[in-house]
């Protein structure tokens, strides 16, 4: 599927770039969103285009800090063309290297799934503030921190409590095509698409772009021919979206959460309700989540 929509969002992002540059200032960027909605192609395309060498780090769940150094340290020999692979002893030490480097000419570096650096490099945060403190206000760094738990990312730089409080220079959550991209997508690639399948569209995806494209790469616009996808082999990722989204986003609380989406789904809407079916008498604290941070639930 071709990229579509995200103006705003890359302006932004490009925005980001163009104020490095012009104030010889690094800046912190931080873009969360859901699972699958499309994050990190938005920040590759708007910065395909940049003057200056883009690099794409990633870190992966359960990934050793020298598997890490390893890969990333490849990724940053690849775009800035060294000659010879410089040794780092941890990840932070690659960070304040780059800090260092973009004193001589922009770059912008993008930490994918950044949540899972706490678990994976030791006081990652805290050494991370250091370096930024020491050498970003003599570089022109543009350092996109992008991940899919907004509850990890939101205690990251929200929090008055962490180290990287008040640190980020633009918070960008990227959220669903709206109905009206949605509609412009589905006509696009399924001219004459009828009102009733543009709906089952609507209520498949829920304008998460992963979702969308998979109907779209596979070329079915029809309401029998969706479904029939979802339940078929090709559709078993899909299927089991619901269980990893909760596990990535609510990690040990996950199956508290899980029976709560599942009551309300079954028609308990009252807080009696949702308790009784649960077995638990402390659900408001979770339904005020659920409502006010995640999104998933709203009040009738």
Known sequence: MRFYGRE?????????????????????????????????????????????????????????ESELIASWTEALGEALSLPC???FANINEILEFLLKASAKSPLVVVIDECQELERSVNAFWSRLRESWDRF??????????????????RRIFSNAC??????????????????????????????????????TLFALTGGVARYVEFF???????????????????????????????ANE?????????????????????????SGKTGRADVTVYLSRLENIFKLIEKS
Request: one cysteine or more; charged letters at 25%; proline letters at 6%.
């Open 8 to 64: 705003e969002e890359i302006h932004l992002l490009r925005k980001e770039l163009d104020l490095a540059m012009r104030n010889k200032a690094g800046r912190l960027t931080v873009v969360c969103g859901r699972r699958r909605i499309g994050k990190t192609p938005l920040i590759l395309k708007a910065f395909d285009s940049a003057s200056c060498p883009v690099i794409y780090f990633f870190a992966g769940k359960r990934t050793q």
């Open 85 to 87: 692979k410089p040794a």
């Open 136 to 153: 970003h206000r003599e570089s022109e760094l543009v350092l996109v921190m992008s991940g899919s738990s907004a509850d990890s990312l």
């Open 162 to 199: 962490e180290p990287l409080y008040g640190r980020a220079d633009l918070l960008l959550e990227i959220k669903p095509f709206d109905n009206t991209l949605l509609t412009t997508i589905a006509r696009n690639e399924f001219p004459g698409i009828p009102p009733e399948d543009l709906l």
């Open 216 to 246: 779209v790469d596979n070329g079915i616009g029809s309401t029998n021919d969706m479904i029939n996808l979802v339940f078929s082999p090709e559709g078993a990722w899909f299927r089991e979206e619901g269980n990893v989204l909760l």
């Open 250 to 274: 609510f990690r040990m609380e996950s199956p508290v959460y899980q029976s709560i989406l599942t009551a309300v789904a079954r028609g308990a809407n009252e807080w009696s309700a949702i």
